[in-house]
């Protein structure tokens, strides 16, 4: 009987598996017809993650491997017989995301070694949440960033665990009206707290990562470029995706692209890419807009009063110093009056 | 040929999932699991075993990384104990009803608090019922074998279920025992390849794994996984019956009888304390007393009709339990519900009891079993069991 797994004689070489060069884009007529985030999906009029989705497969092509840990994107997505991956896509827990990202990709690097398995190392993405990235799936997302997989880990960012039924998330704005952060006379402004910063979580201490970027809907060809440029390096890559949510924040769902607009021209979303230690600033120079602009178009700012829009404007204005580079800001600590 | 060497349970362990020839070893450190996967930390060092081993960022993590690494097929290891056990606790149904068969060593720990790290099977019995295999070795030569069993087991087609192969902590993992290692070529005979079949991920041929059901889907999803557990004692018969004739043991499948011939009274055990229970049961003899042990090679799928067999024979059984199960039917520990279960549609049923024994990583000393032994005798003279529970070593009991 021939021995089922043989160990290779020399000591195993390191692979090298993934040669591809996902080209960049110039222009929207370049975006792939193709697409790999097909219907059969159930997600709300508008959704913001589902476009990021859309775009992200039609960036990573033929050749890839989709986690979804639970959130919006797998409960609204994933249903028996009927989901919409036209690529392999595998559920994973809300909490490991990454981690189960970190076996794929293991496994792919060994059977690939040992002649188990052929071909090119496929494009491994996790599609987490902001729960599934920053809250409870932050410690599977930091190992694998640690670890150094070669894998792109994006967290699709609706600022909220909305297939729960719009619970605060850690990257809920400061101000945010949701279920558990409704605005009241003792706590006026809803959500007291200002948001975890998830780049620079990825960024400040796993030497392993050369890639983090920012990306929103309202600008495909960037977002579809900072897919491709995290897939062609070698290595993991985080991407923040911003990703309107029209059922948690309460606007009407034909204007997702217009509020992802705006959230960048207010400076309520920084886009910037970060590769191996250096910024890279887009959409710069122009007179941001007053914050207002933005929340005002959302029901979940309704309640703010102008001493608590002022706090945000501050915060903004803060961050734009230098986007992305952490700054101090007046953040009150949670128990403050 | 094979070779005979000293080995502690957990360095036995990592023997095995050298010669299972694994794709995918995920550790997270916890005593006293943990010093099977410095064992293969360093045969993956070394070049001797080409492995992918990951560091796990936690137990949780461990058991999410071997998911991931079987669902796109690789054979996968892990492990834990105590606490690390029941941390892992969300990612074990996901695995079984995914029908991935990782295979997870649990070298055993009593559960905080407080911090102890005796040997107790609270942690691994507390997972019984999440859709794997699960059972225990008695010595470290059992240990290495069970892991190759299991992956067969597990593996086969007809079964796709994951695997806790557990040992005793310390008693087993920790104490050297001889074990005679098989020649690579036997393992090979005995265990292919393992072959994922056609739901792999694979970029060229795209499946979604794990999506939403409606709940009406729901039940005839559990069913197949009974189902499954329904047909493992055939496949877990032919596995024992193809391990001991290629590897050369003598293993019975799920339940083993030592003295029992013309016994009254049995000892019920899993585990490491069978090694003590077996001298007990020699010098009971010695005395004049019939007694017998049987011991439990796999928990899951409980062999009930086995063990229903074997057990009607004898007139007084007495359950050792390494386990907890609070406020439970027997107010003691997991195996006697289980026994009783087994025996009630018997046409004999043997008186039955249960001894609380080894808690916390106690010793079950020679005068435990004479003390449980006096209890199971007065139990036949009376005709019936006092009670359902007995604390050995805590309570004075007029036999």
Same mark, same amino acid.
């Given at each position: ?37 097909? $219907?059969?999906?159930?997600?709300? +009029? !508008?959704? @913001?993650? /589902?476009?990021?989705?859309? %775009?992200? &497969?039609?960036? =990573? ?60 190392? $496929?494009?491994?993405?996790?599609? +987490? !949440?902001? @729960?599934? /990235?920053?809250?409870?799936? %932050?410690? &599977?997302?930091? =190992? ?194 | ?399």
């Amino acid at each position: 009987m021939t021995p089922a797994n043989p160990i290779p004689q020399e000591p195993s070489m390191p692979a090298t598996v993934k040669t591809q060069t996902l080209p960049l884009l110039k222009k929207l007529s370049q975006i792939p017809k193709e697409d790999y985030y097909v $219907p059969g999906h159930r997600t709300c +009029a !508008g959704c @913001g993650p /589902a476009l990021q989705y859309k %775009l992200v &497969a039609k960036a =990573a092509g033929p050749n890839t491997i989709f986690i979804g840990p639970t959130g919006c994107m797998y409960v609204a997505n994933a249903s028996y017989l009927c989901t919409p991956y036209a690529v392999p896509w595998i559920h994973a827990q809300i909490t490991n995301g990454g981690a189960v990202a970190s076996g794929i990709e293991a496994a792919f690097q060994v059977l690939l070694r040992k002649g188990k398995r052929t071909g090119e190392l $496929p494009n491994i993405i996790v599609m +987490a !949440g902001d @729960g599934g /990235a920053t809250d409870i799936g %932050l410690q &599977a997302m930091s =190992a694998l960033m640690y670890r150094g997989h070669d894998a792109l880990f994006i967290c699709y960012d609706n600022e909220s665990y909305a297939n729960t039924g719009i619970q605060t998330s850690p990257t809920t704005p400061y101000g945010g009206n949701t279920t558990f952060t409704p605005p009241g006379k003792a706590i006026p402004e809803g959500k007291r707290l200002f948001p975890k910063d998830p780049p620079q979580l990825v960024i400040g201490g796993h030497p392993a990562v050369k890639y983090v970027a920012t990306a929103s809907i309202a600008y495909p060809i960037d977002l579809i470029n900072k897919v491709r440029k995290g897939l062609n390096q070698k290595g993991p890559a985080f991407l923040h995706i911003h990703a309107p949510c029209p059922k948690g924040w309460k606007f009407d769902e034909s204007k997702t692209v217009e509020i992802a607009k705006l959230a960048v021209e207010t400076g309520m979303w920084n886009l910037y890419e970060w590769i191996d230690g250096e910024y890279k600033h887009r959409e710069r120079g122009k007179e941001l807009k007053p914050v207002g602009e933005y929340l005002k178009l959302q029901r979940r700012f309704d309640h703010l009063k102008p001493e608590h829009i002022a706090k945000l404007q501050a915060f903004v204005n803060a961050r734009q110093k230098a986007p992305g580079v952490p700054v101090k800001v007046p953040v009150p600590m949670p128990r403050e009056a | 040929m094979a070779r005979e060497v000293t080995l502690s349970g957990c360095a036995a362990s990592a023997q095995a999932v050298k010669l299972a020839r694994v794709d995918v070893i995920c550790s997270y450190p916890i005593r006293p699991y943990t010093a099977a996967m410095m064992e293969l930390a360093k045969m993956v060092a070394e070049g001797e075993l080409d492995a992918e081993f990951i560091h796990g960022e936690g137990e949780h993590a461990q058991l999410s990384v071997v998911y991931g690494a079987s669902a796109a097929g690789a054979r996968t290891f892990t492990g834990s104990s105590g606490v690390g056990v029941t941390y892992a606790m969300e990612v074990y149904s996901p695995i079984s009803g995914a029908r991935l068969p990782v295979q997870m060593m649990i070298a055993d720990r009593a559960l905080d608090p407080p911090g102890d790290f005796g040997s107790e099977h609270t942690d691994a019995m507390s997972c019984r019922d999440q859709g794997w295999m699960m059972g225990w070795a008695e010595t470290p030569q059992e240990a290495f074998d069970n892991h190759l069993i299991n992956y067969r087991i597990g593996e086969d087609k007809r079964v796709m279920l994951p695997q806790f192969v557990c040992q005793d902590g310390y008693f087993v993992s920790h104490i050297p025992g001889k074990v005679l290692l098989p020649e690579q070529a036997q393992v090979d005979e005995f265990l292919p390849a393992y072959d994922p079949g056609p739901h792999v991920l694979d970029p060229k041929h795209p499946v979604s794994h794990g999506p939403q059901i409606r709940p009406d889907q729901g039940a005839i999803m559990d069913l197949q996984r009974a189902e499954a557990f329904l047909d493992l004692p055939k496949v877990i018969e032919e596995a024992v019956d193809s391990y001991n004739r290629i590897v050369g043991r003598s293993y019975s499948p799920f339940i083993e009888e030592y003295l029992t011939d013309g016994a009254d009274i049995v000892f019920f055990v899993q585990g490491g304390h069978a090694a003590t229970a077996r001298h007990a049961v020699r010098h009971l003899r010695d005395q004049g007393v019939k007694a017998g042990l049987v011991k439990l090679r796999f928990v899951r799928p409980f062999p009930s009709r086995q063990l229903s067999e074997v057990l009607s024979k004898f007139k007084a059984v007495g359950v050792v339990e390494t386990s907890t199960s609070y406020g439970g039917s027997m107010r003691g520990g997991n195996l006697l519900p289980e026994v009783r279960a087994a025996l009630y549609d018997a046409p004999e049923r043997p008186l039955t009891t249960s001894f609380m024994a080894g808690l916390g990583g106690d010793v079950v000393p020679l005068k435990d079993f004479y003390w449980m032994a006096r209890i199971l005798s007065s139990a036949i003279k009376a005709g019936r069991v006092g009670k359902t529970v007995y604390w050995a070593g805590l309570e004075e009991v007029s036999a």
